[in-house]
Each structure stands twice: as C-alpha cells, then as structure tokens.
C-alpha cells in the first residue's frame, strides 16, 4: 500500500447483516427518514400559498426577488417566449442536441405503449355501459432549477403529458439569479412546452394551483422539487391533482457476485450524488462480492467531483448488507419498495416475478440505472420513501381521466329498478327508489300498449 493510499480516508459504510439478532430494528433505522424540519417548511409553504391567493402576482415577484434573487418589474417578465426556448435549441452543441433529440424519441415511443382506449360493451337489456378516456386540459409541470438544473426531467415529464394528449402544459422553471440553462431550454422547445415561466418553490406552486393575473390556473401539477415544492402540492392537493410526493433519491442493488464489482461501486455512487439525503443499498449473499465493492467504492471516492455529497450520503443513509439467498434479498427488496431496483444477477429475469414492490426494475449487470434516469424510455419520475407500495412512475393514465358512460334502455330500467328498489330503501333514500320505479313503471306501460 502506498503512502498516499495509506493516507486517504475510509468511506465509514454501515455493513449489516440478516443473521444479527437486530438487524430488523437496523433496518427500520437505516429506512427511517427525518421529517423534523416539516412542520416548519409546511408552514412557509402555508403562508406563501395564502399569499399567493390574496395578492396574486404582486407576492409571486416579492417571492421571486426574495428566493430566487431574480428582480423584475412586471409578471410578464416572468415569462420565457418559445422562441427563447428554441433559439437555445440552436445554441447548444451538436452532440447535446442530437442526445436530447433521441432521449425524446425514446421516451416518446416508450409512452406510446401506455395509451388506454375508451371502451363500452352491451348487456342483454341493451344497456350501453363503458368508459370514455380524455386527457386534462391544462397541466403545471415543476422543473427544479435551484440546485442543479435537469433538462432529462423536462423530457420524462413533458412528454408523456404530450402523448396523453393534454391540451396545455404550463412549467415552472426558476432561474436563480436570472440564470438560465440552454439544455433546460432546448428540452422544453423539444418536449413542447407551450408556457414557460422563471418562478420556482412553494410560490409556483400556488400560482399553478390557484392562478395569478399572469399566471394561469393548471388542473394538476406534476414534477420532482424540493421541501418548499414538496409541501405546497401537498397543501394544494384537492384544488389540483398532484402526481406524488418525492422524496430523496433511492437505488437499491440485489447482487449475486457475478457482475463487475466497479459497476456495482458506481450504480451506488450514481443515487448517493444526487445529495446527501439521496440512499442507496447492496443487498448481496456473496460476502466476497461486498468487501470487493466496498473497496473499489473506496478507491473511486476521490476521484469523483461530488465526492463530498456522496460521502455524505452512503455515511448517513447507504449500507452493505448481507444476506443467505438472492431469495431473502428480494424479500427485504419488497419490504423496502425502493425508487430504483438493480438486479445484478447473471440470470435476472426468473426474479423479475417475485418483486412486488418497485418504481423501477433494472434487469441484469447492463441494465444501469443511469440509463432509466435518461434514455431508456420509462419516466425517472418514480415513488419514493417506500410509496412504491401502492404507487407507480409517472406516465401516460397520469394526464387522463375516465368518465363512466352509462345507457340505459326502455327494457333496461325496467328490470334493473327490480335492484335499485329493495337497496335504496334499505338506505332511507325513497326518492333514489322511485326515481327508479317510475321509469320501470313507464316502460311497463309501454309494452302494454
């Protein structure tokens, strides 16, 4: 070992294991998120929203100014033309714009697959029943732009909402300081945006729910942010439809010993440098496997350029576990529900079954999360914080909704209010019961006519 190797500071990893006498207690700990600071944030999002409802474009500047150090005179001024969207199309390299143009195209055919029909069948009286599928009008779309910027969420957003065929889509994307992102830019002139506006936090997210002079009233919002985002849509939920509630970032890796352990080292690092909140897990029963990962993991560390947010994240919230089977590893996988699910497995497809709970399933030693988070096709947007128990990534049914149609016959109320009557009465509610029985008794006579 060289001195300078000798020298350099051990990534401090939680290793666990599933024979411990306490490894359920650990596991619960590690899984356990602090949500202290949310009554504070929840209530500047509480007082920001009101704000926005009562002084409309007026707080949406003072908010500006004051969090995003962003100063102008007018709301107008707020909103980004499509022509400055495109003209950054035509700024950025060749090779930016031919992986966003292809990203797009991915994306755009993956969500194709997704789009439902509306249908409707007969039954022996004649009755017409069935659903008819329509798209929302108007869609808010959140971009983050305060820490980093993402033009890949622009697309994995943008995009499917296009499929489902919303008529209007309305991003909030801030620019602090007045800093705009060309490749943010370009993906909304390719995703097609059709208005952009520079605010950001809480403040666009009560504008988009409730409307401003300039700002138009959305019937959902959707998009990753942070806490202030966070908790607005959660406020705002039942004006508008929200799509989830994000949390930090999760991949979760199912190992088996046979991939390359430097790829393994690399799929953590790539969740852990998102921020230091981000987690990220191997579960493997190949010991071997995990000290070698732990140590490319450590041998890599500095080389990386967010080296100190990844440090930071594997130390807080990340850990090596080892298991007795890839069966067990697929048991505390379901129990996690993580955002991202890695399968390093040299046969992943006979496991594929057995997960029940998952935002997203990379199947096999090629199959890198990276590729989800860009190019693959799925939408990144996915649950996090164990939601993946009940929800599922953003797409296409998330910009539809469904109204039931219902037709009913001469023939068709007249045998069917032989139903509604005994349980409506059960109920107390006579007029439901004899809304029913008049129309039986009209068709009735009919016939005997």
């Given at each position: 070992m060289t001195r300078r190797e000798a020298s350099r500071p051990l990534l401090d990893l939680k290793r666990l294991t599933t024979l411990d006498h306490d490894f359920n207690s650990e596991l619960e700990k590690l899984l356990h998120?602090?949500?202290?600071?949310?009554?504070?944030?929840?209530?500047?999002?509480?007082?920001?929203?009101?704000?926005?409802?009562?002084?409309?474009?007026?707080?949406?500047?003072?908010?500006?100014?004051?969090?995003?150090?962003?100063?102008?005179?007018?709301?107008?001024?707020?909103?980004?033309?499509?022509?400055?969207?495109?003209?950054?199309?035509?700024?950025?390299?060749?090779?930016?714009?031919?992986?966003?143009?292809?990203?797009?195209?991915?994306?755009?055919?993956?969500?194709?697959?997704?789009?439902?029909?509306?249908?409707?069948?007969?039954?022996?009286?004649?009755?017409?029943?069935?659903?008819?599928?329509?798209?929302?009008?108007?869609?808010?779309?959140?971009?983050?732009?305060?820490?980093?910027?993402?033009?890949?969420?622009?697309?994995?957003?943008?995009?499917?909402?296009?499929?489902?065929?919303?008529?209007?889509?309305?991003?909030?994307?801030?620019?602090?300081?007045?800093v705009r992102n060309d490749m943010v830019l370009a993906a909304l002139a390719i995703a097609g945006a059709d208005r952009v506006f520079t605010v950001g936090g809480a403040q666009a997210i009560a504008a988009l729910a409730y409307g401003t002079e300039t700002v138009p009233r959305v019937d959902k919002i959707v998009g990753p942010g942070g806490a202030f985002v966070a908790a607005a849509k959660r406020l705002v939920f039942g004006q508008v439809g929200i799509d989830l509630i994000?949390?930090?970032?999760?991949?979760?890796?199912?190992?088996?010993?046979?991939?390359?352990?430097?790829?393994?080292?690399?799929?953590?690092?790539?969740?852990?440098?998102?921020?230091?909140?981000?987690?990220?897990?191997?579960?493997?029963?190949?010991?071997?496997?995990?000290?070698?990962?732990?140590?490319?993991?450590?041998?890599?560390?500095?080389a990386q350029p967010r080296a100190e947010i990844i440090r930071a994240s594997l130390e807080g919230r990340g850990a090596l576990i080892q298991t007795q089977s890839i069966a067990e590893s697929v048991e505390i996988a379901?129990?996690?529900?993580?955002?991202?699910?890695?399968?390093?497995?040299?046969?992943?497809?006979?496991?594929?079954?057995?997960?029940?709970?998952?935002?997203?399933?990379?199947?096999?030693?090629?199959?890198?999360?990276?590729?989800?988070?860009y190019v693959a096709g799925p939408s990144h947007v996915l649950p996090t914080f164990g939601t993946a128990r009940f929800a599922s990534p953003l797409g296409v049914y998330d910009f539809q909704k469904r109204s039931s149609i219902i037709n009913i016959t001469a023939e068709g109320a007249a045998s069917l209010a032989d139903v509604v009557l005994p349980i409506a009465e059960s109920e107390g509610l006579h007029a439901h019961a004899r809304a029913a029985a008049v129309r039986a008794q009209d068709s009735n006579n009919s016939k005997n006519q």
């Open positions: 998120w602090d949500t202290s600071e949310n009554n504070d944030v929840e209530r500047v999002a509480r007082e920001v929203i009101a704000e926005i409802r009562s002084r409309g474009d007026q707080a949406l500047l003072e908010y500006t100014r004051d969090f995003d150090r962003l100063s102008v005179a007018s709301a107008a001024e707020l909103e980004l033309s499509m022509e400055e969207c495109s003209a950054a199309l035509d700024r950025v390299s060749e090779v930016q714009r031919s992986a966003l143009l292809k990203a797009a195209e991915r994306i755009r055919v993956y969500h194709q697959h997704q789009q439902e029909r509306s249908w409707s069948f007969k039954d022996e009286f004649g009755n017409e029943l069935g659903q008819r599928i329509t798209a929302l009008d108007r869609v808010g779309v959140y971009v983050p732009g305060g820490q980093a910027s993402y033009p890949s969420s622009v697309l994995m957003t943008l995009i499917p909402a296009k499929v489902a065929g919303v008529q209007e889509l309305v991003v909030a994307q801030p620019t602090p300081a007045g994000a949390g930090p970032s999760e991949v979760l890796v199912i190992a088996d010993g046979t991939t390359d352990p430097e790829w393994t080292a690399l799929d953590l690092f790539s969740q852990a440098e998102h921020d230091a909140a981000a987690q990220a897990i191997l579960l493997s029963s190949d010991e071997h496997f995990t000290d070698e990962v732990a140590r490319v993991m450590d041998r890599l560390l500095n379901n129990r996690v529900a993580p955002e991202h699910l890695e399968l390093h497995l040299a046969d992943a497809e006979p496991v594929v079954p057995d997960i029940r709970h998952a935002g997203a399933i990379f199947c096999g030693p090629y199959a890198g999360e990276t590729f989800g988070d």
